[in-house]
């Protein structure tokens, strides 16, 4: 919980055949979901950081999250 909005980020990880090296290969991918309050689309998902990268970890993710639910309330969003 962070100011009203409820943040929840956790590692998607699957795996995926590798047609070149013909094996199994783990992927991974850091999720991220802001539930704002008073929001009509719920929930947000936060795929990647604001400069277009993907998150490199759930600390990272919740930290952007925190970051957009403060832009937001100096915006009046």
């Known amino acids: 919980m962070y100011k009203g909005s409820k943040v929840v980020a956790w590692v998607w990880e699957w795996e995926e055949m590798n047609d070149r090296k013909n094996k199994m290969q783990t992927k991974k991918q850091v999720v991220c979901h802001l539930y704002r309050l008073g ?4 929930p947000l998902n936060l795929g990647e950081c604001n400069d277009g990268s993907p998150f490199t970890g759930v ?5 952007q999250a925190k970051e957009y639910v403060d832009v937001c309330e100096q915006l009046g969003l």
Do not use: P, R
């Not at 929001?39 to 719920?42: E, G, V």
């Open 39 to 42: 929001s009509n689309h719920q």
């Open 59 to 63: 600390n990272q993710a919740v930290n």
